[in-house]
Every structure is written in structure tokens, then in C-alpha cells.
């Protein structure tokens, strides 16, 4: 509607938001945020769905809604990561409350918490900021579906796959082209292979 401000990014493109009171918004791909076009100052309120970075200016209270919880700051650093069926939530500077499936956390710079099918549990780190503004992704031991979805979204391309159980540690480059990349994550894995049906659509199947 008009009284709303909605900054949408496709598969493959990140951008870059200020917001009135000039606080910075990473948007990463196929990711969007909506926030009122007026009376920012008395309500700094901002709906995200994907994944954003967020710089926000010392101020009143600044809260993030996603589809499974809320975030809210006062002034500070921090990354929301909402995708599928999880929640990832971390500080990098200053002061974070997580509020979702009736738990809350406050979390300091170096902390983080993943809230996934309504149980939260915290993760530390020593990143200054999220390896994706940085053009990269990094995983321990996630399910390999979750990173082929994220291929999908930084490369704009489709990969069938009958949902492999295998779990993958490792780095993708958003910078690669999307061949090197599944070169790098499937290869990594010798039970499966992986082909290339058009130019957008590859499959990964076991060899």
C-alpha cells in the first residue's frame, strides 16, 4: 500500500537501504523488508522475510518482525536470517533480545541464537560481520538441501534433488559462477554427482 515502503531483491542481487533515521539495511538475495512511510522516529519497526544485516543508529527502540519471532535493538549490528524453518539471529555490536516461540534472549556482541521448531538454543562466533556481505556463505554441518537452496538464491538457477539426508561443513563463494560452486559442495561429497540440464537447471543425484 502506499503508506508502506517495501524493498523486495531477486534470486541472484543483494542491496543496500538507508533508512530515514540512516540506519544501513543489507538485504541479501531473494530477501525483502517494509517498514511505514511515515512517523519513522516514533516507530522504528521494520517486517523482514530472507535474510538482512542491519546497522542501526543509537536511538528508541528498533524492533524486526520475521514469520517465527521479533528482534529487537536499541542501537547496534547485528544479522536476521529467516529461511525455511529457522531463525538465525546474531550481535555483532551492542545489544539484541530475541523473542520467538515463547522464549526470549539477549544476546551480546559474539553471540547468536537459532530458534527451530520453537526450541531456541545460542551459538557463539568471532566474525566482525556475516560472511554473506562479504560474498560468501560458511556451514557446519547443515543439511546439504539447505545449502543447494542457498545456491539457488545467490545463483538464480534450479537444482533438483531428492532432498540427500547428508550434512555439509564447508564455504561457498557468492563470487564463483553457480558450476564452480556445486563443484566445491557437491564434490566435496563422493556419493552423489552433479549435472547440468540447461543453463538454469542442474541436478544433483547419487553417482
Known amino acids: 500500500s502506499y503508506s508502506q515502503i517495501t524493498v523486495e531483491t531477486q534470486m541472484a542481487e543483494k542491496t543496500e537501504v538507508r533508512l530515514p533515521d540512516n540506519s ?27 535474510e538482512a544485516y542491519f546497522e542501526v543508529e543509537k536511538c528508541a527502540s528498533f524492533v524486526v518482525s520475521t514469520s517465527k519471532g521479533d528482534v529487537s535493538v536499541l542501537g547496534t549490528s547485528f544479522n536476521v536470517r529467516d529461511r525455511d524453518n529457522r531463525l538465525e539471529v546474531f550481535c555483532y555490536t551492542g545489544k539484541v533480545g530475541v523473542e520467538g516461540g515463547g522464549q526470549e534472549e539477549i544476546l551480546t556482541p559474539g553471540e547468536g541464537v537459532v530458534l527451530e521448531n520453537r526450541i531456541m538454543r545460542k551459538e557463539t562466533d568471532t566474525l566482525t560481520s556475516p560472511n554473506w556481505t562479504l560474498g560468501k556463505t560458511l556451514y557446519k554441518n547443515r543439511p546439504l538441501s539447505e545449502v543447494l537452496s542457498e545456491l539457488e538464491i545467490q545463483f538464480n538457477v534450479k537444482i533438483i534433488h531428492n532432498n540427500p539426508s547428508t550434512l555439509y561443513t564447508g564455504g561457498l563463494s557468492h563470487s564463483n559462477d553457480v558450476e564452480a560452486a556445486l563443484e566445491i559442495v557437491v564434490g566435496s561429497i563422493n556419493t552423489l554427482r552433479h549435472t547440468k540440464i540447461d543453463s538454469r537447471t542442474y541436478k544433483v543425484e547419487n553417482r
Do not use: C, P, Q, T
Open 24 to 50: 544501513l539495511v543489507k538485504l541479501n538475495a531473494a530477501s525483502s523488508i517494509s517498514y511505514a512511510r511515515w512517523g519513522w522516529k516514533e516507530n522504528r519497526s521494520i517486517s523482514l522475510s530472507g
